[in-house]
């Protein structure tokens, strides 16, 4: 019995260890963690947005007519949108004419290994604690677990690691603009098919301008030998993200993909409008977790990332599974719904969220689960956390189709407040045209009470540990379901959101 | 090792103690008894540093130092312990993660390195076999279910890892079974009953004195200690009641 005990806390220790470099940035935290930036040049796209920009952003990148005229057409299409007044948020008109679209770090290395990168690159992946498992494996560490990392420096892949490993088991793992060049089919079949160009006013502006991203897929049968995992991080004053993610997972096929983000300390709001895709085809699988600490704006709520992703996996196939798990501690706006849409029949859909908002922080997101085909089945579990002034909703939809029969949906939605002056909001929404389905909804909303404060510190945790290891308690169901090197660093994203939240 | 004198303490606008003095030596053990709704537990608050619990005048010495300076988690670590008669529910978060995170936040602050996780295996593993509690109840989330007595029971494990050097147990006894009453008695015997530690144990029932033999009694009634006295003082108390033996 206690065999096991022992094993889990062995686990807490070494990660402890792999996670010491971050702990040491965690130590030294001033009022944000990851806020610098850092002197690397910048190529930049001239300012602005318009059809040259697009026809730059291609052009650089070498890209086939296709995907030139693929770009020009959401481009005509997103001129003709008004940008739109969604949800419960209260955002600042953004300047689309005042941004760059584009920039590269300036000598575009083609690297093998992070060993290779640009030691100031390296410098800052290190201030992100990237490094906890992926220097392990670059030392040569034995038994070190694997991390393939397609580091994503501002807009462009800098390095990709493994790739040689992924390959012989033939899974293609590459920048999206490389894979537009090497798997011009595979990318022209898929790419836009999940959230189609006319989508929604920021993923339209995303195909526009996309500037890199990831192209993942698993032939199939395969069961991918790493977890594969790319890091984000703004880096050029002013400069929009648009990356552009797609999975395909082959018939039993399995992948579990990690993405993470932070973003350096700036004054201006950066726009961020990402837009990911994922298919599973019969008996795949694809587990998709985020830990996103994008700079959430100052104590006054200046500054900080404007988050509009636009996240949709496909279910196409019978049996098929895709697993959204999210960490969201950052960004001043967040406005995200990771979905999916459930054609399969027999297939599953999974979305594991904890949203933690801290002084003038928004946050806006939830899931939609689709149910077109037969015995579907999906369970959200959401865990919401206030503090200070911020605002925290969750938005879910849970859609059954009138062919689906027997379809199953488990919504569990928990809100934490933290103090008095912050916000929770559930808004579930259920549509239903079969009969047969089975639609479950709990909602829970409670606050840190004093008698747990007090026992925790009785037990001598500080205020700020007390907090910390509350909500974590209170996120646990969500937490377990990250893969293990992102479970602790989610942790400690935690306890540095909530920092001066207390006392 | 406590020096308490003239304390005052209100909640609120109430005074609930008014000149409350008590003094214990390392190696002793203390039982204070009392009418429900006297002020034990706010006594023991007080003592924990409890926010909300005001003191208003006198003071506490506690090896030396000016307890009433520090912060709760201070006087955890400076060796202050309390048993609470209401423990409370950490959901999400297991015991051995809390408790082990609990003591290596007490070790920090007092420069000692942290246990590293199998060190605080076998230490949890040794006090819980001690107390007679399953491993298994320990990964299970902070009191998330446990029975009434199973809590208190928790709370004694908890001692025995953290290893303070007082203990304030607050009728640590009730909602134990018989047999489980035992079992807790001679855990606190082996975890306290030391030459430089003390245990301030309040109850209302003899039986726990029985297992747990205290070298003073102290009846506290109104926010005061209006009666000292040895062991007999209990049985007294037992047979004659809080009125006619604290009048
Ligand atoms: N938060 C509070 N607000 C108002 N009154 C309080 C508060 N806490 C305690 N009191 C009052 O203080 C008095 C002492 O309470 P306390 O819990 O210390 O009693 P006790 O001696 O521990 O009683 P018992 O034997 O029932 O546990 C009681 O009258 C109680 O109602
Ligand atoms: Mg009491």
Redesign the interface.
């Given at each position: 019995?206690?065999e096991?005990?022992?094993t889990?806390?062995?686990?807490?220790?070494e990660r402890a260890a792999m996670n010491a470099e971050a702990q040491a940035a965690v130590d030294n935290a001033s009022s944000y963690e990851f806020g610098w930036s850092s002197d690397i040049e910048q190529d930049f796209a001239p300012k602005g947005l318009n059809e040259d920009t697009v026809r730059f952003i291609s052009d650089k990148k070498g890209e086939p007519q296709w995907m030139l005229d693929w770009r020009l057409k959401a481009f005509r299409m997103w001129e003709a949108m008004e940008s739109p007044d969604w949800a419960k948020l209260d955002i600042p008109m953004i300047d689309y004419q005042d941004a760059y679209y584009y920039a590269e770090p300036k000598a575009k290395p083609k690297l093998n290994s992070l060993d290779e990168v640009d030691p100031e690159i390296l410098r800052v992946y290190e201030k992100l604690g990237i490094p906890i498992e992926e220097q392990k494996v670059l030392a040569g560490v034995e038994g070190a677990r694997k991390v393939a990392v397609d580091a994503v420096f501002d807009s462009v892949s800098v390095a990709t690691t493994f790739r040689e490993e992924l390959e012989e088991a033939g899974v293609i793992f590459r920048s999206i603009s490389e894979a537009i060049k090497e798997y011009p089919d595979l990318v022209r079949k898929y790419l836009g098919k999940v959230v189609p160009m006319k989508d929604n006013y920021f993923a339209t502006l995303n195909c526009a301008v996309f500037s890199d991203g990831t192209f993942v897929y698993i032939p199939k049968g395969v069961r991918c030998p790493m977890e594969l995992s790319t890091y984000f991080r703004i880096n050029a004053e002013n400069t929009g993200q648009f990356e552009r993610t797609l999975i395909v997972a082959d018939e039993g096929s399995y992948v579990s993909y990690l993405e993470g983000c932070t973003a350096p300390m700036r004054d201006e709001n950066q726009l961020h409008a990402a837009v990911v895709e994922l298919v599973a085809m019969d008996d795949a699988e694809i587990k998709y977790s985020t830990v996103q600490n994008w700079y959430p704006g100052d104590e006054e709520g200046k500054g900080g990332i404007y988050n509009f992703v636009t996240k949709r996996g496909l279910c196409q196939g019978r049996n098929s599974k895709i697993s959204w798990t999210q960490v969201e501690t950052g960004s001043a706006v967040t406005w995200k719904y990771p979905s999916c849409v459930l054609n399969g029949e027999n297939s599953v859909g999974e979305f594991y969220s904890v949203a933690l908002t801290n002084n003038y922080q928004q946050a806006d997101t939830g899931t939609k689960m689709i149910h077109n085909g037969k015995n579907s089945r999906s369970t959200i579990i959401s865990k919401g956390i206030s503090a200070g002034k911020s605002d925290n909703t969750y938005r879910g939809l849970v859609r059954v189709g009138a062919n689906a029969e027997n379809v199953r949906n488990f919504t569990q939605c928990d809100s934490l407040l933290l103090g008095d002056t912050c916000g929770a909001h559930t808004v579930p929404y259920i549509e239903v045209k079969n009969p047969t389905a089975q639609i479950e909804h709990e909602a829970t909303t409670s606050k840190i009470?004093?008698?747990?404060?007090?026992?925790?510190?009785?037990?001598?945790?500080?205020?700020e540990?007390?907090v910390s290891?509350?909500v974590?308690?209170?996120?646990?169901?969500v937490l377990k379901q990250l893969p293990m090197e992102f479970a602790v660093e989610a942790q400690k994203l935690l306890a540095i959101s909530l920092e001066g939240s207390v006392g | 090792m406590l020096k308490i004198e003239n304390l005052h303490a209100q909640v609120g606008d109430t005074e609930i103690l008014k000149g409350l003095s008590l003094e214990l030596n390392a190696g002793e053990i203390h039982a204070i008894m009392g009418p429900n709704g006297a002020g034990k537990s706010t006594l023991s608050?007080a003592l924990?540093?409890?926010?909300?619990y005001e003191i208003t005048s006198g003071g506490v010495n506690f090896d030396g130092e000016d307890l009433l300076e520090l912060?709760?988690?201070e006087?955890?670590?400076a060796g202050i312990?309390?048993g609470?008669q209401?423990?409370?529910?950490?959901?999400?978060?297991s015991n051995?993660?809390?408790?082990?995170?609990?003591?290596n936040?007490?070790r920090k602050?007092r420069g000692e390195e942290p246990l590293?996780?199998?060190e605080?295996?076998k230490l949890a593993?040794e006090k819980a076999g001690l107390l007679k509690m399953?491993?298994?109840m320990?990964?299970r989330?902070v009191n998330v279910g446990f029975s009434g007595g199973e809590k208190k029971r928790n709370e004694m494990v908890?001692m025995g890892i953290?290893d303070p050097k007082l203990a304030i147990l607050d009728e640590t006894d009730s909602g134990l079974d018989i047999d489980a009453l035992r079992v807790v008695g001679s855990g606190i015997n082996a975890i306290m009953r030391k030459p430089d530690k003390a245990v301030l144990l309040i109850t209302h029932y003899q039986r726990l004195l029985d297992e747990v033999k205290p070298d003073y009694v102290h009846v506290l009634a109104d926010g005061r200690i209006v009666k000292t006295g040895g062991p007999e003082l209990a049985l007294q108390l037992e047979q004659e009641g809080y009125e006619a033996v604290a009048a």
């Open positions: 019995m206690s096991e005990v022992k889990d806390l062995q686990e807490q220790d009470s004093d008698d747990q404060m007090f026992y925790a510190q009785q037990r001598g945790l500080d205020e540990e007390a290891l509350i974590n308690g209170f996120a646990k169901d | 608050y924990g540093g409890r926010p909300g912060d709760p988690h006087r955890a670590a312990f309390l609470f209401y423990p409370v529910e950490i959901p999400g978060v051995l993660q809390f408790l082990r995170e609990s003591l936040s007490q602050s590293s996780g199998a605080f295996i593993k399953d491993m298994d320990l990964k989330a908890q953290i």
